[in-house]
Each structure stands twice: as structure tokens, then as C-alpha cells.
């Protein structure tokens, strides 16, 4: 119905760069807030980032600084620029979105299937 496909993941040296993207589609009507949440093993999931639909972003302070989100309406899709990575930053990454169905116009959310990153020498 609803689907999310991210892209990017992969093994990065620590100080290194990735990217991270995700695209939306299906039953959409309107996104709302996108975001990226990440979990490390054993560890809760937790926000790393978000945009709201006017472009207001929200970050984590374990990332300010380093990771920088954006979004492409047009494309339905949201990035993650992450910059100076750190072996902490090793976790799946996941896609979120608040959305409404064009369906029924229902809200609700969906989740990506999630993509790995790993910091490591």
C-alpha cells in the first residue's frame, strides 16, 4: 500500500561521508514529517533526524553538526547527509513518514525496511 525503499547504506571509515535516501510511494495523498531513525544491536530505535513538511528540521544531539536531512516533494523521497561518521553512528538505518492516505485520508505512518551502516577501521 504504502511503501519505502531506502538506498546508501554500506561500511564507511570513521571521518568518512555517506549518504542515505529514500523514496516513497503508493497510497499517498500528503507527507507530512519525514525522518530517519537508526538502531544499534541492543539498543532501542531512536530519532536521528526529521523535516516537517515546511522544512523544519530536528536532530539529535548525538548527530548536530554531522548529519544534515532534506526532502524532495516532487520525488516523495528524504535524504540523510552524514558527515565526519563516528563507529557510534553503526546502525540500521530506518525511514519513517506521516502521511495521509489518498484512499480514505486516513493519517497514518510507515517504515522503511531500514538499511545498514557501518563506521568501522
Known amino acids: 500500500q504504502v511503501q519505502l525503499v531506502e538506498s546508501g547504506g554500506g561500511l564507511v571509515q570513521p571521518g568518512g561521508s555517506l549518504r542515505l535516501a529514500c523514496a516513497a510511494s503508493g497510497d499517498i495523498y500528503t507527507i507530512y514529517t519525514m525522518g530517519w531513525y537508526r538502531q544499534a544491536p541492543g539498543k532501542q530505535r531512536e530519532l536521528a533526524a526529521s523535516?516537517?513538511?515546511?522544512?523544519?528540521?530536528n536532530y539529535a544531539d548525538s548527530v548536530k553538526g554531522r548529519f544534515t536531512i532534506s526532502r524532495d516533494n516532487a520525488k516523495k523521497s528524504v535524504y540523510l547527509q552524514m558527515n565526519s561518521l563516528k563507529p557510534e553512528d553503526t546502525a540500521v538505518y530506518y525511514c519513517h513518514i506521516d502521511l495521509m492516505r489518498y484512499s480514505d485520508f486516513e493519517v497514518m505512518d510507515s517504515w522503511g525496511k531500514g538499511t545498514l551502516v557501518t563506521v568501522s577501521s
Open positions: 523535516i516537517t513538511s515546511i522544512d523544519n528540521t
